[in-house]
Nanobody
Framework: VQLVESGGGLVQAGGSLRLSCAAS????????VGWFRQAPGKEREFVAA????????NYPDSVKGRFTISRDTAANAVYLQMNSLKPEDTAVYYC?????????????????WGQGTQVTVSS
């Protein structure tokens, strides 16, 4: 499976962005799909995950209520709607797939990764 992220950019604090993760070379139907982010000098951080088969989701407290992950089964794509963005949300955002049946937040349980898309939130 190949993953390509898009939708990143520069936005002011309080603004919104919608990231997309398009899959090719395989279906996402057997996977959980997650979003992670990594800022310079910081560890990779879990942002959101979704179980493809029935859409259950998982979020850390840092983004709960602001970010929403969703999927489009026809398009074989996953989206991350990010609202009320803060400067601390600035990072490169990656989507990834996991063979786990649950929407895991552990990046070590993900095996295919995209190249990432930069999100910059100005204050």
């Amino acid at each position: 499976v190949q993953l390509v992220e898009s939708g990143g950019g520069l936005v002011q604090a309080g603004g919104s962005l919608r990231l997309s993760c398009a899959a090719s070379g395989g279906t996402l139907s057997s996977y959980a799909v997650g979003w992670f982010r990594q800022a310079p000098g910081k560890e990779r951080e879990f942002v959101a995950a979704i179980r493809w088969s029935e859409g259950s989701t998982n979020y850390p407290d840092s983004v709960k209520g602001r970010f929403t992950i969703s999927r489009d089964t026809a398009a074989n794509a996953v989206y991350l709607q990010m609202n009320s963005l803060k400067p601390e949300d600035t990072a490169v955002y990656y989507c990834a797939t996991s063979p786990r049946w649950y929407p895991t937040g552990r990046w070590t349980e993900y095996d295919y990764w995209g190249q990432g898309t930069q999100v910059t939130v100005s204050s």
